[in-house]
C-alpha cells in the first residue's frame, strides 16, 4: 500500500479521501489556492502545499504545480477526487511521465469516453444500446439544424467535453435551435474549453439511471448496482438514490450487464460510472435505455451505493491503484436497503437556483439517527468558514440508509428538517420539499419533475407571526438568545413588577417589522401590529435560533428565515437595488449584454448573460423603462454592483 498520496482536489471529496487514507495508514497531502488557505481539508491532512491564486485555472487545474508538489512532498501516487483534472488525460500522463501514479483510469481509457461522441460511437461497435442522435465532428449550425430537425424535436444540445449540466440545452422549436445553440457553446468553451457538441433526441419521460463499475489492471470488471439520478434540476443532479426505485430483477440484470461490456471494451481500471437514459413512460423495460457517457472517476454521488453494498470505494481506489486485484468477486456484492443522498447547496432556489455567497456564521447537522437507520455527512466546511464565489457553492452531502425505501426517505426528510445553517442562503428548503413531494415519494419520478414543479417546490411561505415574535423576543435581549439549546428563559420565572416594554425593529427581506417587547408578571410578551392597525400580543413559536452579525435566524424545520437587525447610527444606503437600478445577484463575469443605453424594455425582457461558477445566468429586466446605463460584455462585477440603470419615468 502507499504510505503518502497527494489529493488533487479541495472541500467534501478531499476531506472524504483523507478519512479513508488516514485509516489504512496512507499519509496525505492537500493543495489549496489562496482561497481556501485556511480550509478543512488543509487543516484534515498531514501536509499542504499552496498552489496558486483562487482562479482554478492557476491552481486546481494547474497540472504542472500539483505534480510538482506531489514530488516535493513525497508522495507517491495522487488522486484526483472529481472534476477539476479527474478527467484530463494529458494530466495523467504529467503524472505517470514524472514517475507518479494516477489513482484513476489509464489516459488511454478517459481518451475513450472524454469526448461523448466518440465514447458514443465506441459503444455502438461494442453493442451497448445508444440514445439516437447526431455525434459526428462537423459542427456547422446548418448541419447541426439539420440533423435536429431529422431526428425530430424537442432535442437536447450536449457539450461533448466535461459534464454537470453545463453546455446543455433543451429545444422544444427549430425557431430557438441557433441561440439555444450559441449559448450551449459559450458554456461550454468556458467549462471545458471546447465548445464542441452532440445533438440528441430529447426522451419525453426520462429517468437518469446509472451502474457503478469497477475495474482493476488483471482484466476483472464488477459492477456495484445502480444509482437514480433523475431527480436534477438544470441538468445537475439534486437528490440521489440507490437502488433505482421500480426496478426489475430483468431490467437490473440487462443495465448491469451492458455497463460491465462498456467498461470491458476499454479495458477500465478504476471507479467508474455508466450513465443510462431511461424511457420511463412505460415503465422500466429492458429495450428502453440508452447508454449517454461514462464518468471515469468517482461521482458525487458514490456512498449511496457505498451505504448499500457496505463498500468503501476510495480504499478500493487505492488498492487497485497500487497493484491489487478487486477485493470481491461479483457473486460476493450484496445490496442491502435503500440510500438517499441530497445535496445542500449555498443557492438561492427561489431565484432560479443562483449560487450563494457568505459565511456559515452556524452550522449544525443531526448525528442521531431514527432506530433502524443510519447517516452521515459529506462535508468540506465547519462553522465560521466563507463560500468562495471561485468554486462550487456545495456545503454538504446529507445521506441517509434505511432497510427499505420509505424508512429511508423518512430518515431523509428529518435530517433535512434538523439541519441548521446561518449566514448564506441554501437550498435546504427545496430539498425537503422535494423528498416530500408526492410524486417523488411514490417513485414516480424523472428529469422533468423539479420543472414541472419549481414554483411549488421552491415558495418561501411567509413568517407566521409566532415566528416573527420569536424574532423579536430573542432580539430585545430578554431571552438567552446566545444558542440554540434553550433560548426561552425569559418565559418562565415570575416577578412583581413589570419592565417597560422594547421596541424593537426587524427587516424581513423588503418588509419592516415593528413589535414591542417586554415582560409582565413574570412572562415575556411581544406586540405586533396587525391587518387592522391594531397591536396584538402573540405567544412567540418556540424554535430553535442563531445570532450573527447584524442578523438573526430562526429555524422551522427545514425553512430558515433570517431577520436583519436594523442599527440606528448606519444610514448607510441598502445594498439592493431599488426601483431604477439593477443590481448583480452574485459576483461573475458580463459575458453578453442584449440592450443598449437609451433601449425601451419590458418586464422580463433578458438584458445580459452573467456567468458565474461556471454556468451562465439571464438577468432580466424587473420592470418597463428606459435603459439609462448598462455594464459593458467583459467587465467583472462584485455581488450588488449595479448592472443596468434605469431613466427616471414621469418625474417619479
Not at 502507499?2 to 487514507?21: H, P
Not at 415574535?469 to 425569559?490: H, K
Not at 412583581?496 to 415575556?524: C, S, W
Request: with cysteine.
Amino acid at each position: 500500500m502507499f504510505k503518502k498520496i497527494l489529493i488533487a482536489n479541495r472541500g467534501e471529496i478531499a476531506c472524504r479521501i483523507i478519512r479513508t487514507a488516514r485509516r489504512m495508514g496512507v499519509a496525505t497531502v492537500a493543495v489549496y489556492s489562496d482561497a481556501d488557505a485556511g480550509a478543512m481539508h488543509v487543516a484534515m491532512a498531514d501536509e499542504a502545499v499552496r498552489i496558486g491564486p483562487p482562479p482554478v485555472a492557476e491552481s486546481y487545474l494547474d497540472g504542472e504545480r500539483i505534480v510538482a508538489a506531489a514530488l516535493m512532498t513525497g508522495a507517491e501516487a495522487i488522486h484526483p477526487g472529481y472534476g477539476f483534472l479527474s478527467e484530463n488525460p494529458d494530466f495523467v500522463d504529467r503524472v505517470v511521465n514524472a514517475g507518479l501514479i494516477f489513482i484513476g483510469p489509464s489516459a488511454t481509457s478517459i481518451r475513450a469516453m472524454g469526448l461523448k461522441d466518440a465514447a458514443k460511437r465506441l459503444m455502438e461497435k461494442a453493442g451497448v444500446p445508444v440514445v439516437p442522435g447526431y455525434h459526428g465532428e462537423a459542427q456547422d449550425i446548418v448541419l447541426l439544424a439539420s440533423k435536429a430537425t431529422e431526428i425530430g424535436f424537442p432535442v437536447l444540445i450536449k457539450a461533448r467535453a466535461g459534464g454537470g449540466g453545463r453546455g446543455m440545452r433543451r429545444v422544444e422549436h427549430a425557431d430557438d435551435f441557433a441561440e439555444a445553440l450559441s449559448s450551449a457553446r459559450r458554456e461550454a468553451k468556458a467549462a471545458f474549453g471546447d465548445d464542441r457538441v452532440l445533438v440528441e433526441k430529447y426522451v419525453e419521460k426520462p429517468r437518469h439511471i446509472e451502474v457503478q463499475v469497477f475495474g482493476d489492471n488483471y482484466g476483472n470488471v464488477v459492477h456495484l448496482f445502480e444509482r437514480d439520478c433523475s431527480a436534477q434540476r438544470r441538468h445537475q443532479k439534486v437528490i440521489e438514490e440507490a437502488p433505482a426505485p421500480g426496478m426489475t430483477e430483468e431490467m437490473r440484470a440487462a443495465m448491469t450487464e451492458a455497463a460491465v461490456t462498456a467498461a470491458k471494451a476499454i479495458s477500465y481500471s478504476g471507479a467508474g460510472t455508466i450513465e443510462f437514459i431511461v424511457d420511463a413512460s412505460q415503465g422500466l423495460r429492458p429495450d428502453r435505455f440508452w447508454f449517454m457517457e461514462m464518468n471515469t472517476r468517482l461521482q458525487v454521488e458514490h456512498p449511496v451505493t457505498e451505504m448499500i453494498t457496505g463498500v468503501d470505494l476510495v480504499e478500493w481506489q487505492l488498492r487497485v491503484a497500487c497493484g491489487e486485484a478487486l477485493p470481491m468477486r461479483q457473486d460476493e456484492i450484496m445490496l442491502d436497503g435503500h440510500a438517499f443522498e441530497a445535496r445542500l447547496y449555498a443557492e438561492d432556489a427561489a431565484k432560479g437556483f443562483l449560487p450563494a455567497t457568505g459565511t456559515l456564521h452556524h452550522l449544525w447537522f443531526p448525528d442521531e439517527p431514527a432506530a433502524g437507520t443510519s447517516l452521515r455527512v459529506e462535508t468540506g466546511v465547519r462553522e465560521g468558514d466563507a463560500i468562495s464565489p471561485f468554486y462550487d457553492p456545495m456545503i454538504a452531502k446529507l445521506v441517509v440508509h434505511g432497510p427499505d425505501r420509505e424508512t429511508a426517505l423518512d430518515a431523509l426528510g428529518d435530517m433535512l428538517a434538523e439541519t441548521e445553517i446561518a449566514g448564506s442562503t441554501v437550498n435546504t428548503a427545496f430539498l425537503a420539499g422535494l423528498a416530500a413531494d408526492p410524486d417523488f415519494a411514490s417513485g414516480d419520478v424523472d428529469t422533468g419533475l423539479i420543472l414541472a414543479k419549481q414554483d411549488a417546490l421552491t415558495a418561501i411561505p411567509e413568517p407566521s407571526k409566532e415566528l416573527l415574535a420569536a424574532a423579536a423576543l430573542a432580539v430585545s435581549g430578554l431571552s438567552d438568545t446566545g444558542t440554540p439549546d434553550d433560548p426561552w428563559s425569559a418565559l418562565a420565572g415570575y416577578a412583581h413588577f413589570h419592565t417597560t416594554p422594547k421596541r424593537i425593529a426587524l427587516r424581513y427581506g423588503e418588509r419592516e417589522i415593528k413589535a414591542r417587547v417586554g415582560i409582565e408578571a413574570g412572562k415575556a410578551f411581544v406586540e405586533l401590529g396587525g391587518d387592522d392597525g391594531r397591536a396584538h400580543r402573540l405567544q412567540p413559536a418556540m424554535v430553535n435560533l442563531a445570532r450573527w452579525p447584524g442578523h438573526i435566524s430562526v429555524f422551522d424545520g427545514a425553512m430558515s428565515y433570517s431577520f436583519t437587525v436594523p442599527d440606528p447610527l448606519d444610514r448607510a444606503q441598502e445594498a439592493g437595488g431599488g426601483a431604477d437600478s439593477l443590481r448583480a445577484p452574485m459576483p461573475g463575469l458580463v459575458k453578453l449584454v442584449r440592450a443598449a443605453v437609451g433601449d425601451t424594455v419590458a418586464k422580463g425582457q433578458p438584458l445580459l448573460v452573467l456567468e458565474a461558477m461556471k454556468m451562465e445566468h439571464a438577468i432580466a429586466a424587473p420592470h418597463d423603462g428606459v435603459i439609462a446605463e448598462i455594464a459593458t460584455e467583459g467587465s467583472q462585477v462584485t455581488d450588488g454592483a449595479v448592472l443596468v440603470r434605469f431613466a427616471e419615468q414621469g418625474g417619479e
